[in-house]
């Protein structure tokens, strides 16, 4: 034992940050045994150390400790290289989906967070920065196609032109202006998601802004009273309208009393750009 370096079975557990039942564990299932010293002691060397955080990071991914012994008792360099970058492609997978996912709940939360202190009964005049989208095509309702035939090729689409794209996010509808001004706002011009990673904008303009509390597709009594307020204060309407439920299924229990937000792109009056109010 000259020359080595080693640990009592309590340092040795809390240097590698785990316990002494679980290093017994591994001693009765051969997987890593300590040495006795002369005094009957356990020991373990300072290259086990390295050894148990492996294991240790391998049970983290999900290799079983039945497979963890038998790579440890086959180990060759080659071997060992294979099942690190094994490993290492897993991980990346695992990071990709983990980063996916924190978009996701984090696009999520701030939606619900834009609703928070809104009068719901009152209009206003709001600028909104630019927002990133993934913005559909032109909705085909022709040959007795309805909503749901468009959400459907919306998707369809998304999915054929984008294969790596993540589709998990909330989809809302797009009203042109021609749409708005002929009363038409039953089905969205087209559909369109936030997306960190999007590749069209929500454009930075000024927006009249209404809330009212129902379900999907019953947002026609705020559109006529957000454009009675534009009508009535000065402003036209001088480009798309944005429909959303910003609390939904997701955090809304009754079906019929979502929060519905219809943004209505204006300006003033006689005003060529959107630039003041």
């Known amino acids: 034992m000259a ?5 009592p079975v309590g340092d040795f557990a809390n240097f590698s940050r785990t316990t002494r039942n679980t290093l017994h564990y591994y001693d009765k299932i051969g997987l890593l ?5 002369g005094n009957k002691y356990r020991y373990y060397t300072s290259g086990q150390l390295g050894l148990v955080n492996v294991i240790r990071t391998l ?10 012994k038998t790579i440890k008792d086959e180990r060759t360099p080659e071997n060992i290289d294979d099942m690190f970058l094994s490993q290492i492609e897993k991980i990346d997978s695992k ?38 989208i993934i913005l559909g095509d032109l909705n085909d309702y022709s040959r007795g196609r309805n ?12 999915a054929k032109k ?12 797009l009203f042109s202006e ?3 001004k002929r009363g038409s706002w039953a089905w969205p011009e087209r559909y369109y998601f936030y997306n960190p990673e999007g590749y069209d904008k929500k454009p930075a303009a000024f927006y009249a802004v209404g809330y009212t509390r129902g379900g999907y597709g019953q947002s026609a009594d705020l559109f006529r009273r957000i454009i009675d307020y534009i009508d009535g204060n000065g402003f036209e309407i001088c480009g798309d ?7 939904n299924e997701i955090c809304v229990l009754d079906d019929t009393n979502y929060l519905i937000r219809v943004m209505i792109t204006v300006r003033r009056k006689n005003q060529e750009t959107s630039g003041n109010v």
């Not at 996916?100 to 009964?121: G, M, N, P, W, Y």
């Open 241 to 247: 309208a944005f429909s959303e439920y910003p609390l």
């Open 33 to 37: 045994s300590p040495v006795r010293g």
């Open 147 to 158: 909503d749901y035939d468009a959400l459907l090729a919306f998707y369809r689409t998304m």
């Open 95 to 132: 990071i990709n989906d983990w980063v996916c996912a924190k978009k996701l709940l984090f696009t999520l939360q701030k939606t619900i967070h834009s609703t928070l202190d809104v009068d719901e009964r009152a209009i206003t005049i709001k600028f909104m920065p630019a927002e990133a």
């Open 3 to 7: 020359g080595r370096k080693f640990f």
């Open 59 to 68: 049970q983290k991914l999900g290799l079983s400790l039945v497979d963890i």
């Open 162 to 173: 984008y294969p790596n794209l993540d589709m998990n996010y909330p989809v809302w509808g």
């Open 178 to 180: 021609d749409q708005i």
